[in-house]
């Protein structure tokens, strides 16, 4: 066992050269002629499958030639994620298939002449030794000490294993560091969350407006397509965003906003909508509660107050405010997406569900429609064990209205404290390099090194399998089969994910490894199938269809249960509110001892000769996943800094000039990053996007290319209604080392 502080391991285990030999003799033609076209003397068959690149989940076919390679990845044209279109990330994602670093085979944590490295094994003995170990932590701390990190399709699989098990504590950084905030506050505005895919009807809106949410960069297919498809028909954009975006490109207003200031534009809205009778008169009156509060709360907050915040003439703030107005009830204030910024989030988001409530564009055309999504029996199984602790507990009377389980509380609580019992010492992270997911590195590190077991299952040696004491290898989305695609849209529909080719390598679908494991626990009664395409076909039998009909569509549509796309005019309806309303007010907030109404607070300035550090996505990459990947390394294989350039001037930086980067508790980036000047960027803030600046060695293309934002996310706003971790109150200044790169001018 362990006795010293956890070492970094690089995924090179004892006797994989072999596998690694075995591996650089692949063909690579079939990754390379992907995007020089397919030769067309070929016959192709197809498989259908749900793209795992992002978590849009867009539903494609899979082509192989008939020597039984895979050559492409296209949309299904029955797809409403995806309307027969891929993205660039997706298009590439047939790289992830061939990527020969890839995880090959199970590896056990080991300890050689007091060194600690990793020792290939075979699956039966991987998976023997964790259900050895869980049992026997689990006979000191009880089944409850096990959480699951997890991002992507495997965790359906692996969270049945643990609730079987007997712990619930089951958590994705999609919610306390992405999405959380905004589904919290529409749940306590409208009674219901904003979903993924979004409910935003943005295919017939009249005017979007983008508050950090740089839709275009920010790739999530359907809806980059609606919002071109709204500009053609001559939608009115509002962009507002400290950074000059691509949407703010094709944007009729870009509002240059100082960052972290948004709460005072939204407030300044609210203002000038309500001061100026531009509201929903009849919408408010029949659906909300609270107008009278939230009119006399906004009196003070003018454009003139608002500009002095926000740095955004009171003019352009009326026009714009006009513009939603004439454009309503078919307007969009758009929720975002990632949203953990300033740990203010939710109340952020609050003014944002209320601007969109007084413009009467919940449950409107053009606005946000009411989603359903296909009822699929689950397959039979016994009820699961109710633990003795459930996941809030380890962060008790906090975060109060999470919806979800806060990933940053399991998090802390793994760190053992005198004051509490609630410590987990077994953690599976599955698909989450939690590493680059989770801010704030040290608190990660320190909890991982509390842990007895720490298993990682991915499909790459990321950052987060270094510190694993069990890796297993998973096979790529392309290989396997997975639960079925349900996500809520304008029609209920499901979409399959079945393999187009064997698993490379020694890899496994997750599916298989948590039954195994199960198994081996002594929960056969939970996994009473044989595998996972007789549990598929017994759900799909339940609803009319079969494995067989789906394998040969992909994707099936079901009519919708009423006609409730959007509210029929003058219709009562009931919110699943405390009041029945939408509250402009929020009791839930109020009784949880929050503002009811959204206030501003000011955040702290970047100190002397430091900028605001902010990121975002690049349409080529998703998040650190797809930093390796052959296919888009091509398209992109580094970050860059975005500077303006009157700090340029000041520092004396050029463009193409590689520096290192210093935040403000003196943590220094590990990696250069090659300078990019530009006007598009305030001066006050740089920007880079997020994913970059792999150390580890394993990645040969990823490894040492750019920086990585989240290392120098060293300090954090916990949101306190929901435990969301804002991470824009990090101030970078420049180093002047170059990592012995060479500028690229
Ligand atoms: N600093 C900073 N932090 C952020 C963000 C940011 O912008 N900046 N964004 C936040 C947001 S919005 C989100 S949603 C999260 C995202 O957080 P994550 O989803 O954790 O993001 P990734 O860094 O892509 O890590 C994904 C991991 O899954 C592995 N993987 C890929 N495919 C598969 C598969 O099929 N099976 C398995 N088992 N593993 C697979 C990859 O190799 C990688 O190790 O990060 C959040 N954290
Ligand atoms: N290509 C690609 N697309 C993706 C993803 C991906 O990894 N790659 N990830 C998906 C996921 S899970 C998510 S959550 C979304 C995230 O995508 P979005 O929700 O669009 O969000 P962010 O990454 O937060 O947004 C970054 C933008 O916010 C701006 N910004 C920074 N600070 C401020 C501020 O104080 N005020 C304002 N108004 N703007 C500010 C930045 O300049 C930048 O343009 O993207 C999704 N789509
Ligand atoms: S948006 Fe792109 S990466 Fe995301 S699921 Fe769709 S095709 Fe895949
Ligand atoms: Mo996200």
Redesign the pocket.
Known sequence: MRTTRRQFIKVSALGAGSLAVAASTLKWSAASSLFAGADASQAFTRSPTYCEV??WQCAGWVYKDNDGRIQKIVGNDEDLHCNGRFCP?GTGGVGMYHDTDRLKTPLIRTVVDGEETFRVAGWDEALDYIAARMKEIASRYGPECVALFTHGSGGAHFGHMLKAFGSQSITAP?FAQ??GPREVAFLTTFGDIVYSPERTDIRDTKCLVL?????G????NGQVQEMSDAIDKGATIIT????F?TVAGKSKFWLP?K??T?MALLLAWIHVLIENGWYDKEYVERYTYGFEELKAHVKPFTPEWAYGITTIDPHVIRQTAKEMFNASPAVIIHP????T?YGDDTQRLRAVAILNALLGSWGRRGGFYNPEKAEVPEYPVPPFPQPKRMPTEAYEGKYTLANEVVSNGLCEATIPTTDKSCNFKIWFVNGTNLMAALPDQETTLKAIDALELMVVIDTMPTEITGYADVILPECTFLERYDMLRKSPHREPNIALRMPATEPKYNSKPADWMARELGIRLGLEAWFPWNNIEEMLDWQLKQIGSSLEEMKRIGVKKFPRTADDLYFAPGEDISFNTNTGKIELYSTDMENEGFNPLPVYTPHEEPPEGFYRL??????????SRTANNPNLTDLMDENTLWVNPKVAKMWGLKSGQYVKLSNQDNKVSTFSIRVRVTERIRWDSV?MVH?FGHNNTKLSRAHGRGVNDTELITRVKIDPVMGGTGM?GNFVTFVFDTDGKEAAV
């Not at 960069?217 to 999530?220: D, K, L, Q």
């Open positions: 992002c978590f990330r999609s992405c999405r508050i950090g949410s740089h839709l960069e920010n790739m999530h507002v965003d400290p950074r975006s906003i960052p972290s948004d975002g997406r990632h949203v910024w902010i990121y975002g996505r690049a349409p080529m990459h998703t998040f920007y994913g824009r």
